[in-house]
């Protein structure tokens, strides 16, 4: 049996961590803010978006929330982001995924200022990670980064696959385990023979969005396990990508879903706002 990576328990001890940098910023006399755009009132939208503004609060930032309606045009949204980028007192802006139809989520992305791109998705940031210079991390694969060394698990020297090449999740990651000093595979949905490339791996990292993919017969005994995946099921249970039961016999350490990778994403949210100010020159 293997042992379970705890992500309640780590993205707990991360959003302490910046609540105390937060205390002793503000005592300095600074104060970071984030302003949560969603536009229009996607159910899951809404329960993302109240889980973020809640964890600003638990960590001392100041939310900024605009629920602007449905008809909002892309233009008085791009206008929005643009004010707030000019703002001296917003430091992070994030617009919740997905827009409404007809909105370029690209240009929306684009508009924000890498300075106060919190999520990391701004090409310049995604550049600066490619190229290992300081810039925001995309929230997701971060959080990985932090399950495995807060787990003692040797990054350095590793064989690290990644199933998934998303722009959000898989990318960032593979780029993540390379700056870690990984030796590190992205697999994908062209991969011809995904059980022999996974089956090599120390790390592997499951980003594939199908739910319960991955089973034991992927994995090589020993090897540690995370979940990025995260579906409803008809019971209205969570489950991820990988098969828990199955893989959980032949992993050394694997994470849960729920209560695995979940709760990183918005503690390194919370990491990423209170570095803000820092990447901004405001200390
Ligand atoms: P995505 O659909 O954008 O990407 C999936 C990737 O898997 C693609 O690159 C594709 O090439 C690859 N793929 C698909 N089928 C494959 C196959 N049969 N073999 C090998 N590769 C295959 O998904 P995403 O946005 O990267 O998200 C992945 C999962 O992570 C989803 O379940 C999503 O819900 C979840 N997710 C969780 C969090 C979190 O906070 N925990 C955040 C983002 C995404």
Redesign the pocket.
């Known amino acids: 049996m293997s042992e379970l990576i705890d992500g309640k328990v780590i993205s707990t001890q991360i959003k302490s961590e910046v609540k105390e940098k937060v205390a002793a910023l503000n005592a300095k006399g600074v104060t970071v803010s984030l302003a949560v755009i969603q536009v229009g009132a996607d159910p899951a939208s809404s329960v993302y978006v109240r889980n973020k503004k809640k964890a600003c609060e638990e960590v001392g930032i100041r939310s900024v929330a605009y629920e602007l309606p449905e008809t909002t045009t892309e233009k008085e949204l791009l206008d929005l982001i643009d004010e707030l980028n000019g703002r001296k007192d917003i430091n992070g802006i994030l617009v919740q995924l997905p827009l409404p139809k007809g909105m370029d989520e690209d240009k929306v992305t684009d508009a924000i200022s890498p300075l106060k791109d919190v999520d990391g998705f701004h090409p310049v940031n995604v550049g600066k990670l490619s190229i290992g210079k300081r810039g925001f991390v995309s929230c997701?694969p971060a959080g990985v980064i932090e399950l495995l060394k807060r787990s003692g698990v040797e990054i350095s020297g590793k064989e690290c696959v990644v199933?998934?090449?998303?722009n959000?999740?898989?990318k960032p990651m593979s780029m993540l385990l390379l700056r870690e000093n990984g030796t590190v595979t992205v697999?994908?949905?062209r991969?011809a023979d995904?059980k022999e490339v996974t089956k090599r791996a120390d790390i592997l990292v499951v980003?594939?969005?199908?739910p319960g993919?991955i089973d034991a017969s992927y994995i090589k005994d020993g090897a540690v396990v995370i979940d990025?995946?995260?579906?409803r099921k008809e019971d209205g249970k969570l489950c991820g990508?990988v098969d828990f039961e199955s893989a959980s016999e032949v992993a050394s350490k694997i994470t849960p879903v729920p209560g695995g990778?979940?709760p990183m994403?918005i503690a390194m949210l919370m990491k990423n706002c209170a570095e803000s100010v820092e990447l901004q020159g405001l200390i």
């Open positions: 997701t199933i998934g090449r998303s959000i999740v898989g697999c994908h949905s991969t995904l980003a594939v969005g199908k993919m990025v995946g995260i579906h990508d990778v979940g994403t």
